[in-house]
């Protein structure tokens, strides 16, 4: 357990849930868990749409676009923080309306174009929703941070009927992944000595691995060039 989700005081546990409203509580916890569930099905929805493009490009071209694919629900704890954060209530209605990350999808692929040709094809789906999109590898942030990021609209069918759920999907290639997860480290160590080193260092290695990505991409195009035109030849 990390300090951010210890109790303030242990023995709030035991008021709260030896008060003998144990049942109440968890009754009132119910819309939550319906919409984290919700939030659960709208990410493997999107997971499926991935994989099922990743396997035909396989079976078609021999090729996989697609290197891994990682998923997460926003936790309880951070979605309370980001509605503090923007000073909303955290009400299930106006967490509905306020964020739109609480499901999210990464996208590693292995060349920058895969990732622009997959993010089509994927919003081109007719059940798929382009609602926002931030194109941080165009236009990378001041410390270099590169990424696709898109919000879409994804239906789920549910008893009740449909639900339109939103999902942020980011994708990167593996070197633009590397890199931010060094990154986000940073933020969160608070007892670094010289933050704005590390962060001047991060950002060459951001500056240096856009390089390499294009480097990589040319020779990836020369060789499946090449091979075509000899087996074409042939
Ligand atoms: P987590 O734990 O990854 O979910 P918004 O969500 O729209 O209110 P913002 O800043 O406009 O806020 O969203 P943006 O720019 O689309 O970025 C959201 C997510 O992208 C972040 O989620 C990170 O996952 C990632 N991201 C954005 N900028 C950076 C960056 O500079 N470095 C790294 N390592 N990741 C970044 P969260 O909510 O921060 O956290």
Redesign the pocket.
């Known amino acids: 357990m990390d300090e951010n989700t210890q109790l303030a005081n242990p023995g709030e546990f035991q008021n709260v849930f030896g008060s003998g409203r144990t049942a109440e509580l968890l009754e009132s916890a119910k819309p939550f868990m319906e919409l984290m569930m919700q939030n659960e099905c709208a990410v493997r929805e999107v997971e499926t749409k991935l994989n099922v493009l990743n396997d035909e490009f396989s079976t078609l071209y021999d090729y996989n676009p697609i290197e891994t694919i990682k998923t997460?629900v926003?936790d309880p704890l951070?979605i309370v923080e980001?509605m503090q954060r923007k000073g909303i209530p955290p009400t299930i209605e106006n967490i509905e309306n306020t964020?739109?990350?609480i499901a999210?999808v990464r996208v590693i692929c292995s060349f920058p174009e895969d990732i622009y040709a997959i993010a089509d094809i994927l919003t081109m789906q007719d059940d798929v929703k382009l609602l926002k999109r931030?194109d941080?590898i165009a236009n990378p942030?001041p410390?270099g941070?590169r990424?696709l990021?898109l919000i879409i609209g994804i239906p789920i069918f549910l008893s009740t009927g449909k639900k339109e759920m939103r999902v942020?999907v980011?994708f990167r290639t593996i070197a633009m992944d590397f890199w931010?997860?060094l990154?986000?480290k940073l933020?969160y160590k608070h007892n670094i000595k010289n933050p704005e080193e590390i962060a001047a260092d991060l950002k060459k290695c951001a500056d240096a691995i856009a390089v390499i990505d294009d480097k990589m991409q040319a020779i990836h195009n020369r060789i499946e060039r090449e091979s075509w035109e000899n087996d074409a030849d042939r």
Do not use: C, P, T, V
């Open positions: 997460r926003k951070s980001k964020l739109s990350d999210g931030k941080y942030k410390n941070y990424s990021h942020e980011q931010a997860s990154e986000h933020k």
